[in-house]
């Protein structure tokens, strides 16, 4: 079968791009044609022969709603000239087959987060159109989910859409596992950040700086008493604007603690050598980063807003700041973690075997599933 997968923009560090990518991979396993269409590709484009055709849309436009209809017209267009079986869209708009939402629900974060004149907007207009377009009750689109957190947002606003929607299991990659040299990693990147076996590294991973809560992490850090704030480093790994988390560690006296890394290809040697994790996101439909500190033993301090918080939960690998957020319950919950050497051990290990036990891994084959599926049922 051919495929059309559609995403706004490919690069290699964000989790939606990577779902993307593997589920695309799988399908193309499975003997399937895949036809991508994109605003932007940050890759070495597939070779010719590989299964994955990547079509880059060359459009411009003032506002990123505009750009995104162009987008959409654009597609259609090409669809029209060379049908495919099967559309599947990792972004909300009309005339999906498949939706894979790596996004929360628009309608519920305009609720809560918008005031009354924002939905007069042309922009609130559209993508409220493109989300009721797929979670509408005229809609026939095939809805896969990453987290009951962001399933319930969305029955919320759209409660015709509950027979649609298929909750997936996480998909984690399995090279993210403990690796035979775990041990000398650690002491590599240890060595090469100066610490010591007793100094604790706190690690934060992840990208768009804002929605993950750096600045969070920042203040619940500056919040911990000086001898303990002395003995730390926090290390944050992702893309965003290093400058404005850079002036407001400074502001806050701890850039000495602080050490921002950006987009790094290789992660794994910063799980290693880590002590523990941060990731207070203000909001993340599942958070792929969660799980891969938790089955690499590392102790989770994060926020109820995270998809993923519920297997820190389940797993008691860590703690969960509750929802609304406070800035002083994080304060609070990151000083009692970080003086309690013996419960850090503790969630580590439990940690390490819930990364043994659960289903964490399945992801793009059950979400492959799906997609042939729909797709047999719309052939002939």
Not at 202 to 210: A, C, D, E, M, V
Request: glycine share 8%; aromatic share 8%.
């Amino acid at each position: 079968m051919t495929l059309a997968f559609l995403i706004y923009h490919y690069f290699p560090h964000g989790g939606q791009q990577r779902d993307f990518l593997r589920i695309a991979r799988d399908c193309v396993t499975r003997g399937h044609h895949v036809r991508v269409f994109t605003l932007r590709w940050e890759a070495p484009l597939p070779p010719e022969g590989d299964g994955m055709e990547v079509t880059v849309l060359p459009l411009k436009a003032l506002s990123r709603h505009t750009l995104y209809r162009r987008f959409s017209q654009a597609v259609q267009k090409h669809l029209a000239e060379r049908p495919v079986d099967c559309v599947v869209g990792f972004t909300r708009m009309p005339g999906l087959d498949v939706y894979f939402g790596a996004d929360n629900c628009y309608a519920e974060k305009v609720k809560r987060h918008r005031p009354a004149l924002y939905r007069l907007t042309p922009r609130y207009r559209h993508f409220i159109n493109d989300e009721r377009a797929v979670f509408g009750e005229n809609s026939d689109t095939r809805i896969l989910l990453l987290s009951e957190l962001q399933r319930s947002g969305y029955l919320r606003h759209y409660p015709d859409a509950a027979e649609r929607i298929t909750l997936l299991p996480p998909g984690l990659d399995r090279e993210r596992k403990p690796p035979a040299d775990a041990a000398a990693q650690r002491r590599r990147l240890r060595h090469s950040l100066g610490l010591s076996e007793d100094d604790l590294l706190i690690l934060q991973i992840g990208s768009g700086y804002h929605t993950k809560g750096v600045d969070r992490s920042l203040r619940a850090i500056a919040s911990l008493p000086e001898p303990r704030r002395q003995s730390l480093r926090y290390v944050l790994v992702g893309r965003g604007r290093i400058g404005s988390v850079s002036r407001l560690a400074r502001r806050l006296g701890i850039e000495e603690q602080c050490l921002f890394c950006g987009p790094q290809e290789n992660v794994m040697p910063f799980l290693c050598g880590a002590d523990m994790m941060l990731h207070p996101a203000r909001t993340e439909s599942a958070g792929y980063t969660l799980l891969e500190g938790l089955i690499n033993g590392l102790p989770l301090l994060t926020s109820a807003e995270c998809g993923y918080a519920s297997h820190v939960e389940q797993a008691g690998a860590g703690q969960v700041c509750p929802a609304p957020f406070r800035q002083e319950d994080l304060d609070r919950l990151l000083e009692c973690m970080v003086e309690s050497p013996g419960q850090l051990r503790q969630w580590s290990d439990s940690g390490l075997l819930y990364g043994h036990s659960a289903d964490l891994y399945r992801m793009p084959q059950v979400a492959a599933d799906s997609i042939e599926q729909v797709a047999g049922e719309s052939g002939p």
